[in-house]
């Protein structure tokens, strides 16, 4: 019933304003015959109504006025609902300022935008600098984020009785200009039951509205996470029994051998120390026994066919690559990984990126000087040098330069590039490396010739990442232009575009089988798609900062995505959900990776720390932890490892499970 009287004193002041006597007097005579109750939220052309009609009003202070009193009201309502009332404060702001520009009240405008920017500093500050610089008419149709937020709606998400609440206090305030705006540019999503936790503050507010729905129906396509057919680790399962099974009887001779040497050497006070040492070998034993059940997680994955061909692999390789994967060492929150860090110096701010190669030989910086450089761990080893990277600054293209007490470091220089280089990174194999630029181009570089073999062309703004698939040839680029293109090492053109992304795309990553890429963007989404297609098959929304990114899990299930605020968060591909986000970092997570089976994952930040998180932990256990108040973060995190100054540029897990990072030494502390 306050509904309809809402809406009906809305419309007859807008008729006897305009001097409508007979459609005033028609519709006094339908109220009285008809009193059927309107919904006037869910109604999108009375909505439009009750905008224009707020905005005729050309009483700026109305919305300071109006705003000041709903933010007043939502931070002195019941705890319980408070923090869903004030979401809806965030997008009643960016509207209101931006309605005062339209309408010319340019003063007024930056006044309220001062007044009440510090509510929302801390969870929208780069959309805040943004519309900072919104000082006129034209640049609310110029700027791209104004437009699309003034075209779009914002999608809210709150619990019927918090939903009763706002519009009870709507109607008893009267106030026009809040009632217009909210209808206009907010779409509420009401659910029956408890109100949200504020943990899930990321999920339940969305500024990209109308997408929202279409992200959902794209969500809905299926997807085939499994692994690849026929896959070395697939060969190893099905011969690892009989070579653990062989391991197993050789252990067991020699420790039938030590057994006996014991039985004649121990005499009486000996036993107790046999006993203690037969308890530590059965705790081991434990702690390996689990790790190896954490570790079946890839083996239970299912297996799809590549919609790729596959390049062959060489026999040798094969060997070499069998051989890691039976060395390696199973991982799991009681086994945490060795840690191997490689240290630029001297770089003087003018290093953007680094890479690592699997087996941890090569080390590849990326500079803005254009130059590539590679150094090989083995040469720097028998020179004796550290793992501490040398960079000097000169345009020779000799490979020996020389230190700061006159010996000799070596490392490769590549020229070719003509602007900074933003990204490299190596084969599978490590015989090829790849790197992108601010001049639009991907150059293809051979570690064994030390040359350029073939320059890429197709992007048309800086290409900000690359690539390589987890299988070699193809490679996948991300740039400023807002698509991701695919590639083949023998093909100067791109395969695949994909273009989706409301701005730039900043990282990509491949999937464990190679069948989809993700790719992140500063849109603040996440994408996955097909690399057959080219379609988008999934949109991740939840992020509230530029994804910089991007991480599968080694069964192909999972996905990490880090942003320029230090969160992380964890996806399940299938459903395309968040499961959990991880918090710790306090500044942009640049690097993640995930131990090769599955159980860790590993983050690097400009904080100069890199993570380890339990990943079963966070799969198995989303939510239960946040009802019962305590803190899932620190049963999620493992380990901090410090460095003195270093901000972590890039990390990965070896084949045999060995973490290696890079970073460069901040000379600020």
């Known amino acids: 019933m306050e509904n309809m009287q809402a809406v009906n004193s809305f419309v007859a002041a807008y008729l006897k304003k305009k001097g409508f006597k007979e459609a005033e007097q028609l519709l006094e005579d339908i109220q009285s015959k008809d009193s059927a109750p309107v919904d006037f939220h869910n109604d999108p052309e009375l909505a439009k109504f009750i905008h224009r009609f707020s905005q005729s009003e050309d009483d700026v202070a109305r919305y300071q006025d109006g705003y000041s009193k709903l933010r007043s009201w939502a931070y002195g309502s019941l705890d319980l609902y408070k923090h869903e009332l ?64 003034r075209q779009s ?92 099974d062989s391991e197993k009887t050789e252990e067991e001779n020699k420790e039938g051998d030590v057994d006996e040497t014991k039985k004649r050497s121990i005499e009486g006070g000996k036993q107790g120390a046999s006993t203690k040492e037969s308890k530590k070998e059965k705790a081991l034993n434990a702690t390996t026994k689990n790790a190896r059940l954490e ?27 069998l051989e890691d994967l039976r060395n390696r060492v199973q991982l799991s929150s009681v086994a945490l990984p060795s840690v191997s860090f490689y240290t630029f110096l001297n770089t003087h701010n003018g290093l953007n990126c680094s890479s690592i190669s699997h087996d941890g030989s090569l080390v590849a910086g990326g500079f803005s000087d254009s130059s590539l450089k ?60 790849l790197s992108s630029s601010v001049d639009t181009t991907i150059r293809l570089w051979s570690t064994k010739l030390n040359a350029n073999l073939v320059c890429y062309k197709g992007h048309n703004y800086p290409v900000w990442d690359v690539q390589f698939s987890p299988v070699g040839h193809y490679f996948a680029s991300a740039s400023h232009d807002r698509t991701a293109r695919i590639w083949s090492m023998d093909r100067i053109q ?69 942003d320029e605020d230090g969160m992380i968060m964890t996806w399940d591909l299938s459903s395309g959900r968040c499961i959990t986000p991880l918090m710790g970092h306090t500044s942009c997570v640049w690097t993640l990776g995930f131990s090769c089976e599955g159980s860790l994952l590993a983050s690097g930040s400009a904080d100069c720390t890199i993570k380890l998180w339990d990943v079963t932990t966070s799969t198995k256990v989303p939510r239960n932890e946040e ?30 499970n060995l973490l290696f990072a890079a970073g460069v030494l901040s000379k600020n502390t």
């Not at 899932?632 to 084949?655: E, G, H, I, M």
């Open 86 to 149: 004030l979401r809806v404060l965030y997008p009643v702001f960016i509207h209101s300022f931006m309605d005062m520009v339209a309408k010319g009240h340019l003063q007024e405008a930056r006044t309220f935008f001062k007044a009440f920017r510090e509510d929302h500093e801390l969870m929208h500050s780069r959309d805040l600098q943004k519309l900072e610089g919104v000082l006129s008419q034209s640049h609310l149709e110029e700027m791209e984020f104004s437009r699309s937020l």
């Open 153 to 244: 709606k914002v999608n809210i998400k709150i619990c019927q009785y918090s939903y009763d609440l706002l519009l009870q206090y709507l109607h008893k305030t009267q106030s026009i200009a809040m009632l217009g705006v909210i209808n206009e540019h907010i779409n509420f999503q009401v659910f029956s039951g408890q109100p949200s936790s504020i943990s899930d503050d990321a999920e339940v507010v969305t500024l990209i509205g109308s997408c929202q729905d279409a992200a959902n129906q794209l969500n809905q396509k299926e997807i085939h996470w499994g692994l690849l057919e026929d896959s070395l680790e697939e060969r190893l399962e099905k011969a690892g029994g009989l070579l653990s």
């Open 295 to 321: 570790a079946s997680t890839t083996s239970a994955a299912p297996r799809v066919k590549p919609k790729l061909p596959l390049p062959l692999m060489s026999t040798e390789v094969e060997q070499s690559i």
């Open 374 to 433: 590679v150094w090989d761990m083995a040469k720097l080893g028998q020179q004796g040098g550290s793992s501490n990277l040398q960079v000097e600054n000169d345009s020779s293209s000799s490979e020996q330069v020389l230190g700061p007490n006159g010996g000799k470091r070596s490392y490769t220089l590549f020229e070719g590039h003509s602007a900074p280089v933003y990204s490299a990174t190596f084969s599978p194999l490590g015989d090829f490396i």
């Open 494 to 562: 791109p395969l695949r575009i994909m273009a989706g992304h409301l701005s730039d795309v900043d990282c990509v990553q491949w999937h464990a089988n190679c069948n989809y890429i993700a790719t992140g963007s500063s849109d603040k989404t996440v994408r996955l798609w097909d690399v057959q297609s080219g379609e988008c098959v999934r949109i991740f929304i939840g992020h509230r900062s530029m994804i910089l990114s991007l991480a599968m899990s080694p069964d192909g299930r999972y996905m990490a995505s880090g």
């Open 627 to 656: 009802k019962s108040g305590t803190n899932p973060n620190r049963l999620r995190s493992l380990k901090t490892l410090a460095t003195k100054s270093t901000s972590v540029y890039s990390l990965q897990f070896s084949r045999r």
